[in-house]
């Protein structure tokens, strides 16, 4: 079944970046839209950003956009997200999660990594 | 953005018991509604989408509809498996929302 690993979560400061990867095998990652997702400690969920098949379109949470990038290699099946400048806010778990649509059509999620942690504090 | 609102926002109910959870969108998001499934520690599980089409291997229990901007998720005859923290999602307009989330609870 689809598998998709997180990894490049850890402490950070303030004002800092981080890069966080996303493995993905057992499907044709080239086909379809991926996602992050994000879960605060003790809090809801919420939608970071989303690239598509082809890389070509992103669009991001207004929270992150600007200091955000999501990024993707289709030859090595993986999926990164580039934060910079990071706020204490910022602190949460990412989830790497594919969308259920192929070739840029958008139906929502469907399968979810196990999520990362990323905490920044001073 | 589109705010999406859910209702209860918790619940207690007992094995077997027919369970309805509303989530409402702020504006017209046609069926671009999915519905998620989360255990504390873990990852969230995807149960719907497009408003009422299940995602494969989800129990017929669970099924979804809609009426205008406001959207339901019934679990016909609650399980022990299904106590957990339910939340619904458009994906109509960027940026895509979530509503804040239901918990059922054992009663």
């Known amino acids: 079944q689809v598998q998709l690993v997180e990894s490049g979560g850890g402490v950070v400061q303030p004002g800092r970046s981080l890069r966080l990867s996303c493995a993905a095998s057992?499907?044709?990652?080239?086909?379809?839209?991926m996602h992050w997702v994000r879960q605060a400690p003790g809090k809801g969920l919420e939608w970071v950003a989303v690239?598509?098949?082809?890389?070509?379109?992103?669009h991001y949470a207004d929270s992150v956009k600007g200091r955000f990038t999501i990024s993707r290699d289709n030859s090595k099946s993986t999926l990164d997200l580039q934060m910079n400048s990071l706020r204490v806010e910022d602190t949460a778990v990412y989830y790497c999660?594919?969308?259920?649509?192929?070739?840029?059509?958008?139906?929502?999620?469907?399968?979810w990594g196990q999520g990362t942690l990323v905490s920044v504090s001073s | 953005d589109i705010q999406m609102t859910q209702s209860p926002s918790s619940l207690s109910a007992s094995v077997g018991d027919r369970v309805i959870i509303t989530c409402r969108a702020s504006?017209?998001?046609?069926?671009?509604l999915a519905w998620f499934q989360q255990k504390p520690g873990k990852a969230p599980r995807s149960l719907i989408y497009?408003?009422?089409t299940l995602h494969s291997g989800v129990p017929s229990r669970f099924s979804g509809s809609e009426s205008g901007t406001d959207f339901t998720l019934t679990i016909s005859s609650l399980q022990p498996e299904d106590f957990a923290t339910y939340y619904c999602?458009?994906?109509?307009?960027?940026?895509?929302?979530f509503g804040p989330g239901t918990t059922v609870h054992m009663k």
């Open positions: 999660a594919r969308d259920v649509g192929v070739r840029g059509v958008i139906l929502g999620i469907d399968n």
């Open positions: 057992r499907f044709t990652f080239s086909l379809y839209s």
């Open positions: 690239l598509s098949y082809d890389g070509i379109i992103e």
């Open positions: 504006q017209g998001i046609s069926n671009y």
């Open positions: 497009a408003a009422s």
């Open positions: 999602q458009q994906y109509n307009n960027y940026p895509f929302t």
